[in-house]
């Protein structure tokens, strides 16, 4: 993107004195969940199965199934899907390595031919519901509670992969399509629960029969070709449809009718009919293809386009302390692009298909010979495209280098530079990050570390003095990203210097550089909107988006126009609509000259959001929307869809009823609320909620109980733990308020709201040498703090 130049900065939004008022607001005050598009999170195994030919499903006991005719054409002169069996003619060498390749076999019709686990009716018991397997009139069945708690026969419709899990799908009404709790051990060859041991039972949003599970939504665009959910949200139904079961040519290169036409009469161009090449492809270009389904990212409407930036189609996480841990190494299920994208391998140009064969998924080489075509005793790369630039000529496949024994554990390059994780109990996955292991490090920051993890039946102390003795202390001559994030997140002395070093660097990857400008509305400061502003011209979409949110937060929202106003132009939808998002409420006047653009693109949010009503989040999206714009008679309306879409998402219940309670129906919205909190009794967002309605109503005692019930539940979630520090304040309990602000302060010393009203409390009953401890402690970590200026 074009550089614009520096022009002086607006100030920093400053903090405004605490009060109980602030507790009141609709929708956005306690809708701490709800943001541009809720995370929709993968939860399904690696892909597995596939035929050809469109699918033509058995009948199934259900009224709509999951396949329909195809979808109408495109507009002419646009690409569209074929049948895939074209592409066996020209390119058999391809179709023969992905034949039998988990791509080919991730869905797959429930036929005696696909089906691995065992229907000879089977039972196991999980908790309190038993699932017994078994055939009946040539198919495939399980008996077991279903979305009422009644157990009951379901007919199996889909397979799910093939190894080491496969997983199965059960269509219920509606052409819902819901992936089974319990899977089968391709390995051990015996029924598993994905959940073990957390009690799931039909009441649970894990259940298999809740939306979390529904794999309309959830898994089947990354088991299938061409495939669109096609949700009516007037009736609540799926009219799913897919070209062809399994990952098959098209859905990494695209829509192949003008590919047809190109090689029925070749030109010469390298393109061949397609928008782009993926075999020429870098690896950026390559890494966004497999990551619409190798990354944990959030879907930005129904279906893909291929070849447009990954960022059009799908909202990518950053590396957030939920997900990853302090190094960046994978913590929840995450797939491999966050991984990849913040290694040294991506940022010389290696690419996927450098390791694997995308068309038979395995690796291009065994062992560490796929390993050694760069990181070989000549030193240098045999791929193309690729920097070498600091390659050593060294022998890595010898115990000279990995200290191990060949053949045994820890001689293989991925044992120590790929550790992983068992994710759905079974499923190893290895970490793309390509780390070097440093086992003092991690004991210092608490990370993962291959040798600890290994040998942990040994004193970290003795392994990490071992290593010392093989490899030497490495020598530091830049900030460490893990050592930076342990400073920042962790509240220590010097934590705002460590963040600005970090982001000073020039070959920081792009997804380390968002996560930590996500860090930096906690840093507040002249110098922190100046960071956030440089890098809003970013050429990474994903930076430019971390960017636009801190300057939202660093910036009262009457002034973030005339800084991010240009991104609503951006080229990546992704981008467009969260800054849209981000002014909302802004008045038209001080939008200016971006008006046009703003209402184009919270146009564009909005659909975003509606092609995503089959999920209960997209639905209170649109209501904060409908609300924050005036169109009051569309929010109810939105909020109730929500409940519809999914009775026990929380966030929505509360959110109709404070809408209910502010319209005057307090008998509504009491019932509602208690109805909730009898069917989800340690809720801490429910307990929230029903502090808040008592004390509007004048129950202050009772209010308070509840609020300490909400942090108490919740103890992580500062929101609940500030919130009721000052309704004991408010109250007239400084003491106790005082006593909560110092716990959450020892749980998250890089908490400023708490520090920040702890230094108010204090002041007030007089305390100065106190107040005095917590401004050192406060301009310790960010000596730039606008609020140490108000203090003096």
């Known amino acids: 993107m074009p550089k614009k130049k520096n022009k002086a900065l607006p100030a920093v939004d400053q903090p405004a004195k605490r009060s109980f008022s602030f507790l009141y607001p609709l929708l956005a005050g306690l809708l701490l969940v709800a943001t541009v598009v809720i995370w929709f999170l993968l939860d399904r195994s690696a892909p597995t199965t596939t035929s050809v030919a469109p699918p033509t499903p058995a009948p199934v006991a259900a009224p709509a199934p999951a396949a329909t005719p195809p979808a109408p054409e495109p507009a002419a002169n646009s690409a569209t899907l074929v049948d895939e069996a074209q592409c066996q003619g020209c390119h058999s060498e391809q179709v023969k390595d992905w034949q039998g390749s988990h791509h080919q076999l991730a869905m797959e019709e429930a036929r005696s ?67 089974l ?38 898994c089947v665009e990354c088991h299938t070709t061409g495939f669109k959910r096609n949700f009516d949200a007037k009736t609540g139904t799926y009219a799913s449809h897919w070209q062809a079961l399994g ?25 061949r009919g397609f928008a782009s090449s993926l075999s020429k492809a870098d690896a950026t270009t390559q890494v966004e293809t497999c990551g619409r389904c190798h990354a944990r990212r959030a879907p930005l409407g129904d279906g893909f386009s291929a070849h447009k930036r990954f960022m059009d189609d799908y909202l990518p996480s950053p590396l957030t302390a939920a997900l990853y841990e302090l190094d960046g190494k994978i913590k929840e299920e995450v797939f491999e692009y966050g991984s990849f994208t913040q290694s040294k391998m991506f940022a010389k140009g290696v690419r996927c298909s450098n390791c694997h064969n995308p068309h038979s998924t395995q690796l291009r080489a065994p062992g560490n010979t796929v390993c050694l075509q760069c990181h070989n005793p000549a030193g240098k790369t045999a791929l193309p495209g690729i920097d070498g630039a600091g390659l050593q000529a060294k022998n890595y496949d010898s115990p000279e280098h990995h200290k191990h024994q060949p053949g045994q554990p820890g001689s293989q390059c991925v044992d120590c530079h790929m550790p992983g994780k068992f994710y759905m109990v079974n499923d190893f996955r290895h970490d793309h990050g390509f780390s070097i292991p440093n086992p003092a490090r991690a004991q210092k920051l608490g990370t993962p570390d291959a040798c600890l993890t290994c040998h942990k039946d040994t004193a970290a102390s003795k392994v990490a003095e071992q290593f ?67 890098d809003l011209d970013s050429n990474d979409p994903q930076v430019r988006l971390a960017a636009a949110q801190a300057v939202s937060a660093l910036m009262p929202a009457e002034q973030r126009s005339g800084l991010i106003g240009r991104l609503l132009n951006d080229p990546v939808r992704a981008v467009r609509i969260d800054v849209a998002q981000s002014l909302l409420g802004v008045p038209e ?143 007239g309990d400084a003491p106790a308020a ?19 009203t702890l230094i108010e409390y204090w002041r007030e009953t007089g305390q100065i040498q106190k107040v005095q401890v917590l401004q050192a402690e406060l301009e310790q970590l960010n000596p730039d703090d606008p609020a140490l200026r108000q203090a003096q």
Request: glycine letters at 6%.
């Open 113 to 179: 031919d696909t089906v691995l686990g065992d229907f000879n009716n089977r039972s196991f018991t999980e908790g309190h519901e038993t699932t017994r397997f078994f055939q009946k009139d040539g198919s495939f069945w399980v008996n077991t509670p279903g979305p009422d708690g009644q157990t009951a026969d379901f007919r199996v419709a889909y397979t799910f992969g093939i190894a080491p899990l496969q997983q199965y799908l059960i269509e219920l009404s509606g052409g819902r399509l819901q992936a």
């Open 738 to 756: 005082i006593k909560q602000l110092e716990q959450m302060l020892e749980r998250q010393p890089n908490d400023r709201q708490a520090r920040l």
């Open 247 to 271: 990952v098959g040519c098209q859905s990494c290169h695209g829509p192949a009718s003008q590919h047809l036409t190109w090689a029925a009469k070749p030109d010469g161009d390298d393109k």
């Open 468 to 534: 010392g003795l093989w490899y030497g202390t490495p020598t530091q001559t830049e900030p460490r990203y893990d050592e930076s994030l342990w400073l920042i997140r962790n509240g220590k002395p010097g934590a705002s210097r460590a963040l600005y070093a970090m982001l000073e660097q020039k070959d920081l990857p792009a997804i380390r550089r968002a996560t930590l400008l996500a860090e930096l509305p906690d840093f507040p400061s002249q110098r922190a909107l100046r960071v956030a502003n440089r």
């Open 589 to 731: 006047q001080t939008l200016g000259r971006y008006l046009p653009a703003w209402n184009k693109a919270i146009a564009e949010y909005e659909q975003v959001q509606l092609s995503l009503v089959d999920r209960a989040e997209a639905n209170l999206n649109l209501a904060m929307l409908y609300q924050a714009q005036g169109r009051s008679a569309l929010v109810e309306p939105a909020l109730r869809d929500a409940l519809k879409r999914d009775p026990d998402f929380l966030p929505a219940q509360v959110s109709l009823m404070q809408l209910l309670d502010s319209n005057y129906r307090t008998n509504e919205a009491r019932a509602l609320l208690d109805s909730a909190m009898q069917q989800h009794p340690q809720s801490a967002l429910l307990h929230h909620a029903n502090g808040l309605a008592l004390i509007r109503r004048g129950e202050r005692p009772a209010g308070i109980k509840e609020l300490a019930e909400a942090a108490r539940l919740e103890p992580a979630n500062a929101q609940y733990g500030f919130v009721y520090a000052i309704a004991l304040h408010d109250s």
């Open 181 to 218: 709790g319990v899977a089968w051990d391709v390995e051990k060859h015996r029924w598993f629960h994905l959940y073990p041991g957390q009690g799931v039972d039909f009441k649970d949003e894990l259940h298999w029969s809740k939306p979390q599970q529904n794999a309309n939504f959830m």
